[in-house]
């Protein structure tokens, strides 16, 4: 399956600079990306497009990443997941994983670490 055929991955960040950079490099290396600058925008996107995998903030107002991942999990629940946080990873690993979530990341993430983790996340969820 090529890059252009898979899912869209779905990148939530209330940053707004931050989540259309994410989305500006993914689409460079020919992912189709799709962008929520929160929980509730982001719920709406799933409800009307199957995603490869969700990239998403831990701290944002109204729902944090776990809480958002839970819920896009009840529309689609093979979602793959990947949790970008400034918190210590401890502290919300635990919560991520009991969540569903592959990987943790600190903030701010190194994209060439963050690519394996996309592209290994995108294989799986592939049918």
């Known amino acids: 399956m090529t890059l252009q055929a898979a899912l869209p991955i779905m990148v939530v960040d209330d940053n707004q600079l931050i989540c259309q950079l994410l ?36 701290e944002m107002p109204g729902m944090n990443g776990i809480e958002l991942f839970r819920c896009m999990r009840r529309v689609q629940p093979d979602l793959p997941g990947l949790l970008v946080t400034g918190h ?34 995108l294989t799986k969820s592939r049918p």
Do not use: M, N, W
């Open 23 to 58: 989305a500006k490099r993914l689409s460079l290396l020919g992912y189709r990306t799709d962008i929520a600058y929160d929980g509730c925008a982001a719920l709406k996107l799933i409800e009307t497009e199957a995603y490869g995998l969700a990239i998403s903030d831990y």
């Open 88 to 121: 210590s990873k401890a502290d919300v690993e635990k919560l991520a994983i009991e969540a569903g979530i592959h990987h943790v990341l600190p903030k701010p993430t190194r994209f060439q670490e963050l690519i394996p983790l996309v592209e290994e996340c």
